[in-house]
C-alpha cells in the first residue's frame, strides 16, 4: 500500500503558513496593543469561505498571548456553535465570562460574579428574549427603517442599561491594564438572520472603550443576510445596503490578498504533493481557484486517484494530464461534474468550443459532431461555457476529444 499523506483543512499555525499570512498578524497585533489607537475599534477581515480567515484569526491570537498575554483578554466565540441558540447575545457574554474565569489567579472574580448576574439578569428579562435584536439595527437602518421608531423607545433604557453595566466591568479590567479582544469565527456560516443579529449585539453591546472586536466575514454572505432582513422595508437601493451596514460597524476593513499561479504553485509544491500534482504544477497553478481549502481538496483527491491509478490493472496508460483536469472540475464545480457524467461528450463540446473549433450557438456544428445527443450537448454547453473563469483555461490545451472513447473510464475512476 502507498503511503498517502492528506491535508487537512483545519487552520494552519506558523509551521505551515504558506500562504504567508504572518505578513498581516504582526500589523494587525500593533494595531491592538498600541496605547494610542481608539476604543472601540472593529476589524473585519473579509475573504471568501476557504480563503484562510480563521488561520489568520489564530495566528493574531497566538501572537497576542505569546507577546502580549498579560495585556490582553483574548475571547474566541464561534457563533456557528451556538447557531440553535434563539438570540447570540448571551453566548457571546458568556464566552467573555468563561475566559475570565479561566485566570489561574482568580484576578477577575468580582468581574466574572457581576457578569454571572448580569447574564442571569439578561435571560430572565422577557422584553429582551422577546426582541432578540430584531428590531434594532444600526443608525442608518434605524434612520431608514421606520417600523423600527416605535419599538426604540421601549428598549432603550434596557439596552442603555445593560451597557452601562458592561463598560463599568470592562473599564475596572482597564484598570488592571487589561484590553479586551473578541475573535468572532464562522460567522457565515450561521443563517442569514442569525448573522446579522449577531452583528447588531455587537455594535450594540460590544461597542465599549477598551474592547477590540476582529471578525472573519465572507462579505457576499453578509450581504445576503442584510438583504433577507430588510428587504421588506423596501429600501430604494437594495445593493447598498449592505456596505453601508459594514461601513457603519467595521473600522479597518482587511480584504485578504487574492492568490496569484505564482503563489498557488508554491502552496502546491511546499504541501508535499503527489508525483500527479508535481507533474502538472504549471497546469494546476493556470486552472485552481486562488482558495486554499479548494487547493488542498484538489491535491487531497489526486494522491487517492493516483494510488487508484497505480492499484489498478489497465488505467495505467490513462492520460495524466486530463486526471487532473478532471478532478479539478470535481472539486471546483460539482453541478458541471455531474453533467459531465451523464453526458462525457459535454467535455468533447466545452472543449471544442473553448478552442474555437465549435461555435456554442449554431445547432447545425453539434449536429455534424454530435449527432442524436446535438440539442443535449448544446444546450449544456451554452449553460456551463461561461459560468467559471476557470473553465477556459482547463479547455483551450486540453484533449478530451482525442480520449472521447475512453472518457467514461476516466469518470468511474474519479467518481461523482
Same mark, same amino acid.
Given at each position: 500500500?502507498?503511503?498517502?499523506?492528506?491535508? *487537512?483543512?483545519?487552520?494552519?499555525?506558523?509551521?505551515?503558513?504558506?500562504?504567508?499570512?504572518?505578513?498581516?498578524?504582526?500589523?494587525?497585533?500593533?494595531?491592538?496593543?498600541?496605547?494610542?489607537?481608539?476604543?472601540?475599534?472593529?476589524?473585519?477581515?473579509?475573504?471568501?469561505?476557504?480563503?484562510?480567515?480563521?488561520?489568520?484569526?489564530?495566528?493574531?491570537?497566538?501572537?497576542?498571548?505569546?507577546?502580549?498575554?498579560?495585556?490582553?483578554?483574548?475571547?474566541?466565540?464561534?457563533?456557528?456553535?451556538?447557531?440553535?441558540?434563539?438570540?447570540?447575545?448571551?453566548?457571546?457574554?458568556?464566552?467573555?465570562?468563561?475566559?475570565?474565569?479561566?485566570?489561574?489567579?482568580?484576578?477577575?472574580?468580582?468581574?466574572?460574579?457581576?457578569?454571572?448576574?448580569?447574564?442571569?439578569?439578561?435571560?430572565?428579562?422577557?422584553?429582551?428574549?422577546?426582541?432578540?435584536? *430584531?428590531?434594532? *439595527?444600526?443608525?442608518?437602518?434605524?434612520?431608514?427603517?421606520?417600523?423600527?421608531?416605535?419599538?426604540?423607545?421601549?428598549?432603550?433604557? %434596557?439596552?442603555?442599561?445593560?451597557?452601562?453595566?458592561?463598560?463599568?466591568?470592562?473599564?475596572?479590567?482597564?484598570?488592571?491594564?487589561?484590553?479586551?479582544?473578541?475573535?468572532?469565527?464562522?460567522?457565515?456560516?450561521?443563517?442569514?438572520?442569525?448573522?446579522?443579529?449577531?452583528?447588531?449585539?455587537?455594535?450594540?453591546?460590544?461597542?465599549?472603550?477598551?474592547?477590540?472586536?476582529?471578525?472573519?466575514?465572507?462579505?457576499?454572505?453578509?450581504?445576503?443576510?442584510?438583504?433577507?432582513?430588510?428587504?421588506?422595508?423596501?429600501?430604494?437601493?437594495?445593493?447598498?445596503?449592505?456596505?453601508?451596514?459594514?461601513?457603519?460597524?467595521?473600522?479597518?476593513?482587511?480584504?485578504?490578498?487574492?492568490?496569484?499561479?505564482?503563489?498557488?504553485?508554491?502552496?502546491?509544491?511546499?504541501?508535499?504533493?503527489?508525483?500527479?500534482?508535481?507533474?502538472?504544477?504549471?497546469?494546476?497553478?493556470?486552472?485552481?481557484?486562488?482558495?486554499?481549502?479548494?487547493?488542498?481538496?484538489?491535491?487531497?483527491?489526486?494522491?487517492?486517484?493516483?494510488?487508484?491509478?497505480?492499484?489498478?490493472?489497465?488505467?495505467?496508460?490513462?492520460?495524466?494530464?486530463?486526471?487532473?483536469?478532471?478532478?479539478?472540475?470535481?472539486? %471546483?464545480?460539482?453541478?458541471?461534474?455531474?453533467?459531465?457524467?451523464?453526458?462525457?461528450?459535454?467535455?468533447?463540446?466545452?472543449?471544442?468550443?473553448? %478552442?474555437?473549433?465549435?461555435?456554442?450557438?449554431?445547432?447545425?456544428?453539434?449536429?455534424?459532431?454530435?449527432?442524436?445527443?446535438?440539442?443535449?450537448?448544446?444546450?449544456?454547453?451554452?449553460?456551463?461555457?461561461?459560468?467559471?473563469?476557470?473553465?477556459?483555461?482547463?479547455?483551450?490545451?486540453?484533449?478530451?476529444?482525442?480520449?472521447?472513447?475512453?472518457?467514461?473510464?476516466?469518470?468511474?475512476?474519479?467518481?461523482?
Amino acid at each position: 500500500m502507498p503511503d498517502i499523506a492528506m491535508l *487537512s483543512d483545519a487552520p494552519a499555525n506558523w509551521r505551515g503558513d504558506l500562504l504567508q499570512f504572518r505578513r498581516y498578524v504582526d500589523p494587525l497585533v500593533s494595531i491592538i496593543t498600541n496605547p494610542d489607537t481608539e476604543t472601540p475599534f472593529t476589524i473585519g477581515i473579509y475573504g471568501a469561505w476557504g480563503s484562510g480567515k480563521s488561520t489568520l484569526l489564530q495566528m493574531v491570537d497566538r501572537r497576542l498571548l505569546d507577546r502580549h498575554g498579560e495585556e490582553i483578554v483574548r475571547v474566541r466565540f464561534n457563533p456557528w456553535v451556538h447557531r440553535r441558540e434563539p438570540e447570540m447575545l448571551l453566548p457571546l457574554l458568556n464566552a467573555l465570562h468563561a475566559e475570565l474565569d479561566q485566570d489561574p489567579e482568580h484576578r477577575f472574580a468580582g468581574t466574572v460574579r457581576r457578569l454571572g448576574t448580569i447574564m442571569a439578569k439578561l435571560a430572565a428579562d422577557e422584553m429582551l428574549k422577546r426582541l432578540t435584536l *430584531s428590531s434594532m *439595527s444600526v443608525e442608518k437602518i434605524d434612520k431608514l427603517a421606520q417600523q423600527y421608531a416605535a419599538m426604540r423607545g421601549q428598549v432603550d433604557s %434596557q439596552t442603555g442599561r445593560l451597557r452601562g453595566l458592561l463598560q463599568q466591568e470592562v473599564d475596572r479590567l482597564a484598570e488592571q491594564g487589561k484590553k479586551i479582544v473578541f475573535f468572532v469565527d464562522d460567522l457565515d456560516r450561521c443563517e442569514p438572520d442569525q448573522i446579522i443579529d449577531l452583528l447588531e449585539s455587537i455594535k450594540l453591546f460590544l461597542d465599549l472603550k477598551h474592547v477590540f472586536v476582529v471578525i472573519a466575514l465572507a462579505k457576499d454572505v453578509v450581504d445576503r443576510g442584510v438583504l433577507v432582513k430588510y428587504q421588506p422595508f423596501g429600501f430604494p437601493d437594495q445593493a447598498a445596503i449592505g456596505d453601508d451596514y459594514l461601513d457603519k460597524m467595521i473600522q479597518l476593513p482587511l480584504h485578504l490578498y487574492p492568490l496569484g499561479p505564482a503563489e498557488v504553485g508554491r502552496f502546491i509544491r511546499e504541501s508535499r504533493p503527489g508525483e500527479l500534482a508535481r507533474k502538472h504544477v504549471g497546469t494546476l497553478e493556470r486552472i485552481l481557484t486562488p482558495n486554499p481549502r479548494k487547493i488542498k481538496r484538489v491535491l487531497n483527491l489526486l494522491r487517492v486517484t493516483e494510488a487508484i491509478i497505480e492499484g489498478t490493472p489497465g488505467l495505467a496508460a490513462l492520460r495524466t494530464d486530463l486526471v487532473v483536469r478532471l478532478v479539478v472540475l470535481r472539486v %471546483q464545480s460539482p453541478e458541471l461534474f455531474a453533467s459531465v457524467l451523464r453526458q462525457p461528450g459535454l467535455l468533447v463540446a466545452l472543449e471544442l468550443v473553448h %478552442q474555437d473549433k465549435l461555435a456554442a450557438d449554431v445547432l447545425q456544428g453539434f449536429q455534424t459532431r454530435f449527432k442524436a445527443r446535438a440539442e443535449t450537448l448544446q444546450k449544456l454547453t451554452l449553460t456551463f461555457r461561461g459560468r467559471h473563469d476557470f473553465l477556459a483555461p482547463i479547455f483551450a490545451d486540453s484533449a478530451f476529444e482525442a480520449a472521447a472513447d475512453d472518457l467514461p473510464v476516466y469518470l468511474t475512476m474519479i467518481g461523482g
